[in-house]
């Protein structure tokens, strides 16, 4: 992040986020001042608090896309909730504590993928290897065959002197070295490496990958359990499942299997082994501290509206819950305690009924940067279909290739669609860049479902061909709001 400055934050953004300058900025300055904030001394540190943001906008304008791509950016553990999937605590549903638990479990898994990532190497040298001990296992030595059966002697004798049929244990009697004896299995032995030698180079190489193999992993999973409290202790499931895992977990299971998934099971296997998972707990609690983001979407939907009661009653007790976890506080997870003082909240809401000074004054205070974003407009269109680098157009230029098709968006077949999403959204319901994914399908439903069977392999669209296609919704206007 120390090689990122606030503009060079903004320029990742517009390569995938159309427009929308201002919440590109303010979450640019916030994720530079983390940077900062690291930079301190350890005194002046904990009292740099992150200026949490509140987004303003109609629904499909970029708000979830701009905290996700700045999360990718940056690395950071991330989680998006929805503020209606919560409850005040007392009544039935979760509780928002499990908001910081989801982001606990998310720190985690980057956290394990990097370090498993770093001793991948490792891991699938160990997994070729016990796939050729699986194949050509090594023969045993004469001496070890005779432990074996001196123990199983003594064994049986146990079993015997328990059941009262159990004689003195027979001692083998001590053979005589013979020098052929041990030529011949020496040559065994070398005979065996030669042949493992050379199929662990033929694995290695893939040659052996559609090969079937039986293998044994380790059983991770045990019967699932939730326990729900009146408190919203939802993680006390995990933890008891965790709890009884040592014990249920123990035996491992048996899978058919080709070599090549094998590799991958196995190598997977050994990755985790080779890491310190007490050093991944650590280290994720530290980055969900440091680095988490948190995107809280719908906060309009829990906004109180001139004091409604009735089915409206807990939004105002969802709101408080939410204070102490934005404000700061410590919850306890099944990877550790973890502070939420430093973790970024981005809350976001359409506001279009309520607004924003419905909230509590107590968490509007807990979001003092508040940026609102701008509805799309034909333009904008334009420039969300061409600009991005996962533009529709690019998506379904690559979809077709797959049957061999060329796909080709002339510049008035892309203003036509724009103009066509525009109106739309205007004689009915607005939902922002999300109607291109509608019209999109509409214009090119005809084409993938015949492209397997099309002769000609390149297709140009233009103006004419998409407003063929489209002039139907065009002229769907919603009727619905003359409707009493």
Same mark, same amino acid.
């Given at each position: 992040m120390e090689d990122l400055t606030p503009r060079q934050i903004v320029a990742e953004l517009d390569k995938f986020i159309v427009g929308q300058a201002d919440a590109k900025?303010?979450?640019?300055?916030?994720?530079?001042?983390?940077?900062?904030?690291?930079?301190?001394?350890?005194?002046?540190?904990?009292?740099?608090i992150p200026k949490n943001i509140l987004m303003i906008g109609p629904t499909g304008v970029g708000k979830t896309e701009i905290a996700r791509r700045l999360a990718a950016l940056a690395a950071a553990p991330f989680i998006k909730v929805e503020a209606t999937k919560f409850t005040e605590v007392g009544y039935v549903g979760r509780d928002v504590d499990s908001i910081v638990r989801d982001l606990a479990q998310t720190s985690y898994r980057m956290v394990e993928a990097e370090k498993m990532a770093e001793v991948q190497g490792r891991a699938e040298e160990q997994a070729i290897d016990r796939i050729v001990e699986i194949l050509q296992p090594m023969p045993a030595s004469r001496r070890r065959k005779a432990d074996e059966q001196r123990a199983n002697e003594k064994f049986m004798h146990a079993l015997g002197s328990i059941f009262g049929s159990g004689g003195p244990p027979q001692t083998a009697s001590p053979e005589t070295k013979d020098p052929d004896d041990d030529a011949e299995e020496q040559?065994?032995?070398?005979?065996?490496?030669?042949?493992?030698?050379?199929?662990?180079?033929?694995?290695?190489?893939?040659?052996?990958?559609?090969?079937?193999?039986?293998?044994?992993?380790?059983?991770?999973?045990?019967?699932?359990?939730?326990?729900?409290?009146?408190?919203?202790?939802?993680?006390?499931?995990?933890?008891?499942?965790?709890?009884?895992?040592?014990?249920?977990?123990?035996?491992?299971?048996s899978r058919k299997t080709t070599i090549g998934d094998a590799r991958k099971l196995l190598a997977q296997d050994e990755a985790r082994s080779l890491i310190d998972t007490d050093a991944v707990q650590r280290e994720a609690i530290d980055r969900a501290e440091q680095s988490g983001i948190v995107f809280i979407d719908e906060l309009d939907k829990i906004a109180g509206r001139g004091g409604h009661s009735g089915p409206d009653v807990s939004r105002e007790g969802v709101q408080r819950d939410l204070l102490p976890i934005i404000e700061?506080?410590?919850?306890?997870?099944?990877?550790?305690?973890?502070?939420?003082d430093h973790v970024l909240f981005i809350g976001?809401?359409?506001f279009s009924v309520a607004?924003?000074?419905?909230?509590?004054?107590? /968490?509007?205070?807990?979001?003092? +940067?508040?940026? #609102?974003?701008?509805?799309?407009?034909? $333009?904008?269109?334009? *420039?969300?279909?061409?600009?991005?680098?996962?533009?529709?157009?690019?998506?379904?230029?690559? /979809?077709?290739?797959?049957?061999? +098709?060329?796909? #080709?968006?002339?510049?008035?077949?892309? $203003?036509?669609?724009? *103009?066509?999403?525009?109106q739309v959204n205007r004689t009915s319901e607005n939902i922002g860049a999300r109607r291109l994914h509608t019209v999109m399908e509409r214009l090119l439903e005809d084409i993938s479902f015949e492209a397997p069977d099309l002769e000609e392999r390149t297709l140009t669209l233009d103006a004419a061909y998409v407003r063929g296609k489209l002039n139907d919704i065009a002229k769907d206007e919603d009727l619905t709001k003359y409707i009493l």
């Open positions: 900025k303010a979450v640019a300055v916030a994720l530079r001042n983390r940077w900062r904030r690291r930079m301190l001394d350890d005194e002046l540190r904990d009292e740099v040559q065994r032995r070398e005979r065996c490496l030669r042949i493992r030698t050379k199929l662990r180079e033929q694995i290695a190489a893939g040659l052996k990958d559609d090969d079937p193999i039986t293998i044994e992993t380790e059983q991770s999973q045990g019967p699932m359990m939730q326990v729900l409290t009146p408190q919203g202790m939802d993680e006390m499931g995990m933890d008891l499942q965790s709890a009884l895992g040592n014990m249920m977990n123990k035996g491992k299971k700061g506080s410590t919850v306890t997870t099944k990877y550790g305690p973890l502070r939420t976001a809401g359409a607004r924003p000074s419905d909230l509590i004054p107590e /968490l509007q205070g807990r979001m003092p +940067i508040r940026v #609102e974003l701008e509805s799309l407009t034909e $333009a904008d269109f334009v *420039r969300i279909l061409t600009e991005p680098r996962n533009s529709l157009t690019r998506q379904y230029t690559a /979809l077709l290739s797959t049957e061999g +098709i060329t796909l #080709e968006f002339g510049d008035d077949a892309i $203003a036509e669609l724009a *103009r066509v999403a525009d």
